[in-house]
């Protein structure tokens, strides 16, 4: 993977296909333009989300014995 920090890009590509934009197949030309609108997007989320304390390791024998009758 590559990272960029640009507000416009062109993505160059032998021939043209599909690409997926949010789940969705998108049938596109071999060059594909791409731009970031500055604040485009407004996203709503908790000020605060409750943390859960981290489940211990298990060894993997101790995991299958859980799905298996023996």
Avoid: C, Y
Avoid at 6 to 17: M, N
Avoid at 40 to 66: D, H, S, W, Y
Wanted: no cysteine; charged share 30%.
């Amino acid at each position: 993977m590559i990272s960029l920090i640009t507000s416009h890009l062109t993505i160059k590509r032998k021939k043209s296909g599909i690409l997926h934009v949010d789940g969705e197949s998108v049938k596109t030309g071999k060059d594909i333009e791409v731009k970031i609108f500055h604040k485009g997007l407004k996203v709503f989320a908790p000020k605060q989300i409750e943390e859960k304390p981290p489940k211990e390791k298990e060894n993997i024998f101790t995991a299958i014995t859980r799905w298996v009758n023996v």
